[in-house]
């Protein structure tokens, strides 16, 4: 029991078949895929020092803290160390002045949350969002180990959770990608349907089990199923870990047609949407003005930082943007 228990919590008990054909990168992603966005990822940093127009540069609690500091030794005042390091009661107590030494730490270990439900196989313009959450949660994987940080993840569909514990090495960031293609894979127009999916509770339990302190915790997802738990549990993961929200939206979700009949396909298959009915239209309309309210008040309650990300926009430059990079620059080329 405890095998399968960590097998399913690792992803490998999940075999996914694979169409003959070559799948639509709009639709679905696979580990070459993924793997491309490296080289795009140089120049992306999730460090304190942001440029102005940064969504993670600011004034009030949206900076993100960094790593934090060692306490190495306590020595005597010379002449060039900061003031501010002097500790007083040895001071007072010697009769000399004495300063505290502290080391940066060597790494900050990283957890991103990625959402890989039902709810996430939707799009209208570009991409499913589940293609956006999976190409950021790469996109940014590789930005944390580019830093020489570790990086994990817990992904997550309507039946399964994936956790995996940070690392820092190229075959963590495999297993990673791998666990992402897996995951996504299961989504498609054919695939069960699960009378009880999960809510984003559950891999957020994941993350407090993991992720006590110091922690960068990153959360795509759609945040389909919010109730007053969740809140509980990202007051709970802020408190002492840096949390940043990515909150994946379609366009069509800040402005619902009323009465227009959609097409929704996964590139095989197709069904038709009629936004008509009012239970329909209050289900899709909801979802930006209940989810998003729910997060920007987290966003002012807790000071966690939020970068919106939308499947109808590439999502590599939606991310260099809201880093503060120009996505055509020279910098965020190179």
Same mark, same amino acid.
């Given at each position: 029991?405890?095998?399968?228990?960590?097998?399913?919590?690792?992803?490998?008990?999940?075999?996914?078949?694979?169409?003959?054909?070559?799948?639509?990168?709009?639709?679905?992603?696979?580990?070459?895929?993924?793997?491309?966005?490296?080289?795009?990822?140089?120049?992306?940093?999730?460090?304190?020092?942001?440029?102005?127009?940064?969504?993670?540069?600011?004034?009030?609690?949206?900076?993100?803290?960094?790593?934090?500091?060692?306490?190495?030794?306590?020595?005597?005042?010379?002449?060039?160390?900061?003031?501010?390091?002097?500790? $007083?009661?040895?001071?007072?107590?010697?009769?000399?002045?004495?300063?505290?030494?502290?080391?940066?730490?060597?790494?900050?270990?990283?957890?991103?949350?990625?959402?890989?439900?039902?709810?996430?196989?939707?799009?209208?313009?570009?991409?499913?969002?589940?293609?956006?959450?999976?190409?950021?949660?790469?996109?940014?994987?590789?930005?944390?180990?580019?830093?020489?940080?570790?990086?994990?993840?817990?992904?997550?569909?309507?039946?399964?959770?994936?956790?995996?514990?940070?690392?820092?090495?190229?075959?963590?960031?495999?297993?990673?990608?791998?666990?992402?293609?897996?995951?996504?894979?299961?989504?498609?127009?054919?695939?069960?349907?699960?009378?009880?999916?999960?809510?984003?509770?559950?891999?957020?339990?994941?993350?407090?089990?993991?992720?006590?302190?110091?922690?960068?915790?990153?959360?795509?997802?759609?945040?389909?199923?919010?109730?007053?738990?969740?809140?509980?549990?990202?007051?709970?993961?802020?408190?002492?870990?840096?949390?940043?929200?990515?909150?994946?939206?379609?366009?069509?979700?800040?402005?619902?047609?009323?009465?227009?009949?959609?097409?929704?396909?996964?590139?095989?298959?197709?069904?038709?949407?009629?936004?008509?009915?009012?239970?329909?239209?209050?289900?899709?309309?909801?979802?930006?003005?209940?989810?998003?309210?729910?997060?920007?008040? $987290?966003?002012?309650?807790?000071?966690?930082?939020?970068?919106?990300?939308?499947?109808?926009?590439?999502?590599?430059?939606?991310?260099?943007?809201?880093?503060?990079?120009?996505?055509?620059?020279?910098?965020?080329?190179?």
């Amino acid at each position: 029991m405890r095998d399968v228990s960590a097998r399913t919590r690792s992803g490998l008990n999940r075999h996914v078949s694979r169409p003959s054909t070559r799948i639509d990168p709009r639709v679905q992603v696979d580990v070459s895929h993924l793997r491309a966005l490296e080289g795009k990822a140089r120049n992306l940093t999730l460090l304190p020092a942001q440029p102005v127009s940064s969504v993670l540069n600011g004034r009030h609690a949206s900076r993100l803290r960094g790593r934090g500091l060692n306490f190495e030794e306590l020595r005597g005042y010379l002449p060039g160390d900061d003031p501010r390091m002097i500790d $007083w009661k040895v001071t007072a107590r010697t009769g000399a002045a004495h300063v505290r030494v502290y080391s940066e730490e060597r790494d900050r270990p990283a957890l991103l949350v990625v959402d890989q439900r039902m709810s996430m196989f939707f799009g209208t313009r570009l991409n499913m969002k589940s293609v956006t959450a999976a190409e950021a949660a790469a996109f940014i994987a590789f930005r944390i180990l580019g830093q020489g940080d570790r990086v994990g993840g817990v992904i997550f569909g309507d039946n399964q959770v994936s956790e995996l514990r940070p690392k820092r090495s190229r075959a963590a960031i495999n297993r990673f990608l791998v666990s992402l293609e897996r995951a996504n894979g299961l989504l498609h127009a054919e695939a069960p349907n699960v009378e009880r999916p999960l809510l984003l509770n559950q891999p957020l339990q994941s993350v407090v089990r993991i992720a006590h302190r110091d922690h960068l915790v990153v959360i795509i997802s759609d945040f389909d199923g919010l109730d007053q738990q969740t809140g509980r549990l990202v007051s709970s993961i802020a408190r002492h870990n840096d949390v940043v929200l990515c909150p994946v939206t379609d366009p069509i979700s800040e402005d619902v047609p009323r009465n227009m009949k959609l097409v929704v396909s996964d590139g095989e298959l197709q069904v038709e949407l009629d936004t008509g009915p009012s239970e329909t239209f209050k289900r899709l309309s909801d979802f930006a003005s209940g989810r998003i309210a729910e997060i920007l008040t $987290w966003q002012r309650k807790y000071g966690i930082p939020v970068l919106p990300l939308s499947a109808g926009e590439d999502t590599v430059d939606q991310l260099r943007r809201l880093m503060g990079q120009r996505p055509g620059s020279r910098r965020a080329d190179r």
